[in-house]
């Protein structure tokens, strides 16, 4: 019995030792099972580490405190180049993938940031390509501090430039209520507040602006509103964005906007008053070729209907009721008239354009086209009609005058204040053979047609004097070789006028006259005179 007692003991003992060593090579097996290698996920615990595994610079896995660092810094580049931003101020100087390639692992302590975190990043190459990233809080590593400080921090710094730029930006920014109280205002209303108010503040904040509400499902709204301070009114723009129960809302200065606009105003009444007592009418078309600004000028002469204007008609709306109207120049067919306008807004439109109508009522408008900024075209209607008959009446009387001229037998030339040549007639003409532009050259003609003698001298002497008798005359040879009688006579404004006459054929006619009855009494008398001796 003692020996069966110790065998069976022995065999249970065996069993025993064969079933601990049975379970510590599952626990090895398991273990070795969930070890993780290179690239593969990283186990997850309570207090887990900030780590990034990342190869050729893309991300294969990462903590939660690393993926939610990423979240927080939000950039739209990829994990590396966020990661890498984020990093860059608190390490300057670090070349992370070369000095990683150089030394295999690297331990680098950052510099104290603006949050209460101090970093240190640990930087090692698994091999493969693949570099694993760890960030730790130094301060927090015995202190049972979660590593996800760095993410406290990250928040913190965002903090912290959110409420600077906010309190130095000049715009007023406040935040409200469903009852429109004051729950929170940045640093410039607050300065603006106490200037506006008699004592301390108090809580809730003073309203300084009436804000426009949100419309729902509009996202903002925006209004201007006046401050008045020490008699001093100042604008500002006003946007409001909802914000869960609450209003967020921004006033931008718009003191200059609000000048600007004020002068913009006065300038275009100015205009406004300028254009309404022109004479000429104004029709400014914009880019599109519809009617934008026109003056009372503009129906007086064309008789268009006021409504019909402030309809905004188009360019050729309007020029097709002008020509219904008859107040352009009647076409041979409707193409020509269409070819006509069409050639006149193209003209019009590039360059300076001048027209002139003649209406079928006897008017005559002269019609200018002008570009304007941004594609606009302008015309300008004027009634020319009085100017065109007196120009009429100046040219008739102009060619009576030259005709009365050349119905004179002596040859006439007048020499303006400069000696240029003003006018002539056809006995001149004849007499010389050419006109000359000024009077040296007449003068140089005349002595190349004759022989020069005492009488041509003096010819040219009365003309060189600036001053003298009002009238000089004298005789000299002619260019066919008689005899022919000069006048030089002074006319106003420094004129001079050159009068040629032949004596010997004024005779010859007037004998010719005398024998047909027609001569003159006193030149009968003197024919016969001449008959006695």
């Known amino acids: 019995m003692d020996h069966q007692g110790f065998y069976v003991a022995a065999l249970a003992l065996l069993a025993g030792t064969a079933s601990v060593l049975l379970a510590i090579a599952l626990i090895r097996l398991w273990d070795r099972w969930r070890r993780p290698r290179p690239g593969a996920r990283l186990l997850e615990s309570p207090l887990q580490p900030m780590i990034f595994l990342f190869r050729d610079r ?23 180049a966020r990661l890498a931003g984020w990093i860059g101020p608190r390490f300057p100087g670090l070349d992370l993938v070369g000095r990683v390639a150089a030394e295999t692992r690297i331990e680098v302590e950052g510099e104290t940031g603006a949050g209460s975190a101090r970093l240190r990043l640990l930087a090692e190459d698994l091999g493969e390509g693949v570099l ?3 960030l730790t809080d130094p301060e927090a590593d015995h202190a049972g501090i979660v590593v996800d400080s760095l993410s406290q921090q990250a928040m ?6 959110l409420r600077r730029a906010l309190d130095q930006t000049p715009m ?20 603006r507040a106490e200037t506006l108010s008699e004592g301390e503040l108090g809580w809730p904040l003073p309203r300084l602006l009436d804000s426009p509400k949100p419309v729902p499902g509009a996202g903002t709204s925006t209004r201007r509103a006046p401050l008045e301070s020490d008699g001093v009114v100042s604008w500002y723009d006003c946007h409001s964005h909802a914000a869960g129960d609450q209003v967020m809302m921004f006033a931008l200065p718009a003191d200059a906007a609000v000048r600007a606009e004020r002068s913009l ?28 600004l026109f003056n009372p000028a503009l129906i007086d002469l064309t008789g268009l209907p006021t409504g019909f204007l402030t309809a905004r008609p188009t360019l050729f709306d309007f020029l097709d009721r002008l020509r219904e109207m008859r107040m352009v120049p009647e076409p041979r067919d409707f193409r020509s008239w269409r070819q006509q306008m069409n050639n006149l807004e193209s003209a019009a439109a590039t360059g300076h354009h001048v027209e002139t109508w003649s209406l079928p009522g006897g008017q005559t408008y002269r019609v200018t086209g002008r570009p304007h900024p941004d594609g606009a075209v302008a015309f300008l209607f004027e009634d020319i009609t009085s100017e065109i008959s007196l120009t009429r009446k100046f ?10 001229l050349n119905g004179i037998e002596d040859a006439l030339a007048v020499f303006g204040t400069g000696g240029q040549l003003a006018i002539s007639n056809e006995a001149y003409d004849r007499l010389w053979g050419e006109k000359s532009a000024s009077l040296p050259e007449a003068l140089q003609l005349w002595r190349s047609r004759i022989e020069p003698g005492p009488g041509f001298a003096a010819l040219g002497q009365a003309l060189s004097l600036p001053e003298g008798e009002p009238q000089d005359q004298g005789a000299m040879s002619g260019p066919d070789g008689r005899l022919l009688g000069w006048t030089v006579t002074r006319l106003g404004g420094g004129r001079r006028m050159v009068r040629f006459r032949a ?6 006619r007037e004998a010719e ?12 008398a003197d024919l016969a005179v001449a008959g006695q001796k």
């Open 395 to 404: 040219r008739a009387e102009l060619l009576l005058g030259t005709h009365v």
């Open 156 to 161: 913190e710094e965002e903090l912290e430039l």
């Open 172 to 191: 007023l920014v406040w935040r409200q209520d469903a009852q429109d109280r004051i729950t929170w205002a940045n640093a410039a209303y607050l300065r």
């Open 265 to 292: 105003r006065e300038f275009v009444q100015t205009l406004t008053k300028t254009f309404a007592d022109l004479p000429i009418g104004l029709a400014i078309f914009d880019r599109q070729r519809n009617l934008q």
């Open 58 to 80: 893309r991300l294969l896995d990462a903590t939660a405190p690393a993926r939610h660092l990423l979240e927080r810094i939000g950039a739209p580049d990829s994990d590396w």
């Open 132 to 134: 694993r990233i760890t």
């Open 513 to 524: 006259a005398a024998g047909n009855g027609h001569a003159p009494a006193e030149a009968r």
């Open 503 to 508: 004596p010997e054929l004024r005779q010859e």
